[in-house]
């Protein structure tokens, strides 16, 4: 097998030893033991994993204009150019950047009214994904990794947790994959890199099946007699890791849109985020848990209007295209969409038409699963400075999100003799946003 | 057209100062001297009376307006504006009202043109369209594809039988007036970058002129850009050759200020006016056209968005990010 290099093309090979030192080895020390020696006192377990429920994330990278998405106030001072447009929603109107997207609003709802009162890319991307207020020291499960433990049947044979975004070489402000903290590494994210699927790697022509058996059942049995003495949270990881490595191989075309037909990937468009959508579509068919696709970068300090015709122009037709696919595939009603960011950005327009860093006003979208479709959460004032209506932070998304796929984020995980909350136990769900 | 004139660069001066309640993002003077017209972070046509002060608002549009142009006899001012709208607007009436209102293009107008022989107004947008309209009557007389990217900024030349247009990867496409295939004339690569980084595109010709003989064009925008998100790239002013395509000559500041060309002119005493915006501050720029630098530049109290030359070539009005109009002299 080839080894893991740490750059260029290389990155996209998936040899079994890459795969185990990403996903394993790589977070050995801060994982907790798997199997029997997680349990979990929440009310989680196999009615929900045998639901199929399923998340999407979509992560606008750089923190996106709220104003310039869904808080549209055209002809305030801080309105900007754009126009508001009606969608498919009697009275909801949204940024006219985003007219397909308007169209699936029945299927979507806004909560306009989160107050992060954070400006720190780094901090608002960990925030807005555990749910939790960053404190030095702790570390938190990703929403991908809370999701995949909760959610992902115990036979499964995918990752239940994938990251899929552009190849390194952008801004580093995500660490390249989530993290599990205590959950262990088992529900770290995989990451897809540029629309492609992983480059898998076959067994070595030289080795013979005959010979492939022996050896595997060789490392079987040596690494029973290792458990028997010495049973690791890594031990166990290492072998969960390895056969699924082998199963991953197994199922290497879900991980290939070029299999998707020619009509479905030409309404994607040839974007590569629309390429990422066409596999997040995939992905949940086949029932990964949580699958989160980045699209980057709305940063935008420096003529902020023109980046976000730009950058939306990109999201807002495969965005619009997975909702529908969805809806009319009947996953919509088991698979929850978010779209969120680390932050918004400022409603005062600066001298170079750019927006800055905003965490006091800003919104995300949820929708599918058993959230209400249509509705509005939270109202801001007249040109978005202020919440003035329902104020929510990370910690209550998070607890809507995993509710909204019937997992009871306000129960607790037992790891190893200590409880860890699933989620922020200072925050609650937004209740009335759910059915 | 501007008239003959002879001033001092070096005795630019501050004249006046009128202050609107938003940013400004556009200005433009009255070919007859009566009025500065502005657009600014709100959705209306300001006119002021550069004698008097007084201002009116006019409205019509239903977004910021980017652009403007007036007929050669300064009877009607064209503006044209992000909601996509050409409006037509009697210049000399008490409160104007708008005497066409043309749903012009599918996105932003970026920029309009107006003939030299005062028959046609040409715009441009994020359609990545050019649009040639009857001055008079306001219908549609060519639709021009053939860019491929928003086009940021276009002009006639001197004989109006030609309009070249600049797009946001810096192609040039000149358009024969009796032809609606375009000839594609330079594509000026320093007006145009791709950050890696932020995975975005910037650049276009923010600014446009042509020089008094008609035998160069000015593109101006920003270059070197290595931080698209924060503005961070030089101003450039991109001298070429319309007949043939060829990059004469690229303008710069002395110190590589940081920002975007926003505003061009040629003055008839024969050289460029150049105004910049952006991180470096705001300057106004002096350039002889044979050397790359400056030979004199002057600090604004802020960041230029936009700038237009007098009637008689003595002042320039310059709209800016700090809600102001301001007018220099350059005698």
């Known amino acids: ?25 790589g977070s050995v020390g801060m994982a907790a033991g798997l199997g029997d020696i997680i349990t979990s006192r929440t009310a989680i377990a196999e009615q929900v994993q045998a639901k199929n429920k399923r998340v999407l994330n979509i992560f606008l990278h750089g923190g996106v204009s709220q104003l310039e998405t869904w808080d549209p106030k055209p002809n ?43 400006g720190d890319h780094a901090r608002g991307v960990v925030e807005m994904t555990t ?12 929403l991908g990794a809370v999701t ?14 994938v990251l899929i975004r552009s190849s390194p070489g952008g801004r580093n402000v995500e660490s390249e994959f989530h993290s599990a903290a205590y959950l262990g590494p088992r529900f770290s ?6 629309g492609n699927p992983p480059k898998f790697e076959d067994r070595p022509g030289e080795i013979t099946d005959e010979a492939d058996v022996r050896r595997n059942a060789f490392r079987e049995r040596v690494n029973e007699r290792f458990s028997r003495r010495r049973r690791t949270a890594e031990t166990e990881a290492y072998n969960f890791s ?10 290497r075309h879900v991980f290939e849109i070029s299999r998707e037909p020619a009509g479905d990937q030409e309404r994607y468009g040839t974007s590569q985020f629309g390429k990422h959508c066409l596999l997040a579509r995939r992905l949940l068919e086949n029932g990964v848990p949580y699958v989160q696709v980045n699209h980057a970068d709305y940063d935008t300090h420096h003529e902020n209007f023109d980046f976000h015709i730009e950058q939306l122009g990109e999201f807002d037709q495969p965005f619009a295209t997975l909702v529908a696919d969805l809806a009319d595939r009947g996953l919509l009603a088991d698979t929850l969409i978010c779209v969120m960011s680390e932050f918004g950005r400022t409603p005062q327009i600066n001298k170079t038409y750019g927006r800055d860093h905003w965490g006091t006003a800003w919104s995300v979208v949820l929708g599918g699963s058993s959230i209400q479709p249509g509705a509005v959460i939270g109202k801001t004032n007249a040109n978005g400075t202020a919440v003035t209506d329902r104020a929510v932070d990370h910690g209550h998304i998070f607890h809507t999100i995993l509710q909204a796929v019937g997992v009871d984020s306000t129960g607790e995980f037992e790891i190893a003799g200590r409880t860890f909350p699933v989620a922020d136990p200072s925050r609650g769900a937004i209740a009335e946003l759910l059915t | 057209m501007t008239a003959n004139a002879s001033v001092d660069p070096q005795q630019t001066k501050l004249l006046q100062e009128y202050k609107l309640d938003r940013p400004l993002t556009a200005c433009h003077w009255d070919p007859r001297s009566r009025f500065i017209f502005c657009g600014a972070e709100d959705f209306l046509v300001h006119r002021i009376d550069p004698a008097g002060g007084q201002r009116i608002s006019l409205a019509a549009h239903d977004s910021w307006i980017r652009a403007f142009g007036s007929s050669s006899d300064g009877e009607t001012l064209y503006s044209g504006g992000y909601d996509g709208r050409l409006i037509y607007w009697p210049t000399s009436a008490e409160k104007p009202e708008p005497a066409r209102i043309i749903e012009a293009h599918q996105g932003w107008i970026r920029a309009i043109a107006v003939s030299p022989d005062g028959r046609s107004v040409a715009t441009c947008g994020n359609d990545r369209l050019v649009k040639v309209w009857d001055a008079d009557s306001g219908t549609l007389v060519r639709e021009l594809p053939g860019h491929a990217s928003h086009v940021y900024n276009l002009i006639y030349s001197l004989d109006s039988r030609w309009l070249f247009s600049c797009d946001l990867k810096g192609v040039v496409n000149a358009w024969a007036i009796d032809s609606e295939r375009p000839r594609t004339l330079v594509t000026v690569e320093q007006l145009h970058g791709y950050d890696t980084t932020f995975r975005a595109d910037i650049g276009g010709a923010r600014s446009i002129a042509l020089r008094g003989d008609g035998g160069q064009l000015a593109l101006g925008g920003i270059t070197k850009v290595s931080n698209a998100f924060a503005g961070v790239g030089e101003i450039i002013v991109a001298l070429v050759n319309p007949a043939d395509g060829k990059l004469d000559l690229t303008l710069q500041s002395k110190d590589k200020t940081t920002g975007t060309t926003w505003g061009l002119a040629w003055h008839p005493d024969g050289f460029w006016l150049g105004l910049s915006g952006g991180s470096g501050g705001g300057w106004l720029y002096f350039w002889k056209g044979d050397t790359a630098e400056e030979f004199f530049r002057l600090q604004l109290k802020n960041d230029g968005r936009g700038m237009s030359l007098s009637p ?8 800016h990010a700090d809600n102001h109009l301001r007018t220099y002299s350059l005698v």
């Open chain 1, 148 to 161: 995949a433990r909760c959610l992902m049947p115990k036979t499964f044979s995918l990752p239940g947790h």
């Open chain 1, 76 to 118: 305030t001072d801080t309105g900007g150019p754009f126009r508001a447009i009606p969608t498919s929603v009697p009275g909801i109107h949204i940024c006219e950047l985003l007219p397909f997207t308007a169209k699936q609003m029945h299927r979507l709802s806004i909560v306009r009214s989160l107050d992060t009162n954070n």
């Open chain 1, 242 to 251: 390895f056969d699924q490595a082998r199963e991953l191989l197994a199922n």
């Open chain 1, 1 to 25: 097998m080839k080894r893991h290099r740490p750059c260029g093309s290389a990155v996209h090979d998936f040899s079994r030893r890459a795969f185990l030192s990403r996903t394993t080895l």
């Open chain 1, 189 to 194: 994210s995989m990451a897809i890199y540029d």
């Open chain 2, 312 to 319: 008689d070539g003595k002042q320039v009005a310059l709209a």
């Open chain 1, 131 to 142: 749910g939790h207020r960053r404190m030095p020291g702790a570390d938190f499960p990703h």
